[in-house]
Nanobody
Framework: DVQLQASGGGLVQAGGSLRLSCAAS????????IGWFRQAPGKQREGVSG???????YYADSVKGRFTISSDNARNTMYLQMNGLKPEDTAVYYC??????????????????????WGQGTQVTVSS
């Protein structure tokens, strides 16, 4: 039974940092792509950052240079370190496994919108 448990959200001022964690059970990280999506009120869900099964990492342009994704395979836990947070980062963040990235000309365009497994969301609110 696959489960993903996200934690670490909260309220932070602009420029601050948060680290999200996602504890997984029922599968190992080398079986699926893993990553983080977010959805802000009134906006479409978007893939923020992910790790493919070959270890390739992906970041949405909006978070490049500010967010860092990592995984501890021994603990089956994934992290998203978020620095330099902006009010536009405010959203519910979801960890997920088994998404299919969209590619073109050998590069990853985005993480798509679907994943096989989803964790519950954790709210991130950035005040200005």
């Amino acid at each position: 039974d696959v489960q993903l448990q996200a934690s670490g959200g909260g309220l932070v001022q602009a420029g601050g940092s948060l680290r999200l964690s996602c504890a997984a059970s029922g599968f190992t990280f080398d079986e699926y792509t893993i990553g983080w999506f977010r959805q802000a009120p009134g906006k479409q869900r978007e893939g923020v950052s992910g790790i493919l099964t070959d270890g390739t990492t992906y970041y949405a342009d909006s978070v490049k240079g500010r967010f860092t994704i990592s995984s501890d395979n021994a603990r089956n836990t994934m992290y998203l370190q978020m620095n330099g947070l902006k009010p536009e980062d405010t959203a519910v963040y979801y960890c997920a496994a088994g998404f299919s990235p969209k590619r073109a000309s050998g590069r990853i365009l985005n993480m798509g919108l679907l994943a096989r497994f989803w964790g519950q969301g954790t709210q991130v609110t950035v005040s200005s």
